[in-house]
Nanobody
Framework: QVQLVESGGGLVQAGGSLRLSCAASGIIFGFNTMGWYRQAPGKQRELVATVTSGGGTNYADSVKGRFTISRDNGKNTMYLQMNSLQVEDTAVYYC?????????WGQGTQVTVSS
C-alpha cells in the first residue's frame, strides 16, 4: 500500500518562499511520476508541476520561473520550492504518485499567502 505524506505548508507573505515535501512509503518501483496539484476554495484541483522517476519535469504556466519541483529517489521524497509567492497561490497542495496505472494522493497541506 502506497502512502503519501505532505509537509511544509503554512502562512507566508506575498513575495516570500515555502518548501513543500512529500514522503512516499510502500512498494514503489519502476517508472513513475510524482506531482503537486492544488485546489483553491471554489475551484477545481489543478496541476502545479510533475517530475518523473527519470527526472523529467513539467510546470503549469502560472508557476514557471517561480516554483521548482525535484525528487530524491533514494528517499522516495519529492519537493516543491516555491518562491515569489502570490496571493493567488493560496490553496491546499496535494502530492500525487502515478504508478502502474494507479494514482495515489496525499492528504494535502494548506498554503496561505497574505498580501
Amino acid at each position: 500500500q502506497v502512502q503519501l505524506v505532505e509537509s511544509g505548508g503554512g502562512l507566508v507573505q506575498a513575495g516570500g518562499s515555502l518548501r513543500l515535501s512529500c514522503a512516499a512509503s510502500g512498494i514503489i518501483f519502476g517508472f513513475n511520476t510524482m506531482g503537486w496539484y492544488r485546489q483553491a476554495p471554489g475551484k477545481q484541483r489543478e496541476l502545479v508541476a510533475t517530475v518523473t522517476s527519470g527526472g523529467g519535469t513539467n510546470y503549469a504556466d502560472s508557476v514557471k520561473g517561480r516554483f521548482t519541483i525535484s525528487r530524491d529517489n533514494g528517499k522516495n521524497t519529492m519537493y516543491l520550492q516555491m518562491n515569489s509567492l502570490q496571493v493567488e497561490d493560496t490553496a491546499v497542495y496535494y502530492c500525487s504518485l502515478s504508478l502502474l496505472s494507479r494514482i495515489y494522493w496525499g492528504q494535502g497541506t494548506q498554503v496561505t499567502v497574505s498580501s
